[in-house]
């Protein structure tokens, strides 16, 4: 899926499109199995939000930054009409471990606590930016 990356001083630099992100979110909705989810597969609410995200995230050198923006973006911006938050989580990991080898390592019900946090406008950019890079660790 994020198989079109660029070598840039010997790191891989995922290069993010609103198609790929967009197929993320309806593998997710395909294999979620939650009836709120039947009709939303690939369902856009709005392009011009996923198209801005897409545009500032691959300007963006630092894998934690990138992915923390990726995450707000996302879950705070609520693009889809479903499956915002599991999007938001699933790219800003890939980005993680294509880029800099490391993962959240966080409880599973702190990531989605903080997840739903985000979502509902508790934490800043900046909050999420510190969050990603206190709960990452190296594969």
């Known amino acids: 899926m994020f198989v079109h990356t660029t070598v840039k001083k010997e790191r891989l ?3 993010l499109t609103v198609d790929k992100i967009i197929a993320v979110q309806i593998r997710i909705i395909e294999a979620s199995g939650h009836q709120e989810d ?3 597969r690939g369902l856009v609410r ?4 996923l198209d801005f995200l897409v545009d500032e995230a691959n300007y963006i050198k630092d894998p934690y930054r990138k992915a923390a923006r990726v995450l707000y973006g996302i879950a ?3 693009p889809f ?4 938050k599991r999007t ?3 790219v800003a990991e890939m ?3 294509l880029e800099e080898g490391s993962y959240i390592a966080a409880e599973e019900e702190a990531i989605d606590l903080y997840i739903r946090e985000v979502a509902d406008y508790q934490h800043t950019l900046e909050d999420v930016e510190y969050w990603v890079r206190e709960n990452c660790q190296k594969m």
């Open 13 to 15: 630099m995922v290069d």
């Open 95 to 97: 980005i993680l471990m």
């Open 76 to 78: 705070a911006q609520h």
């Open 46 to 49: 709005d392009f011009g939000t």
């Open 81 to 84: 009409f479903q499956g915002n």
């Open 88 to 90: 938001a989580l699933t």
């Open 38 to 40: 039947e009709g939303t």
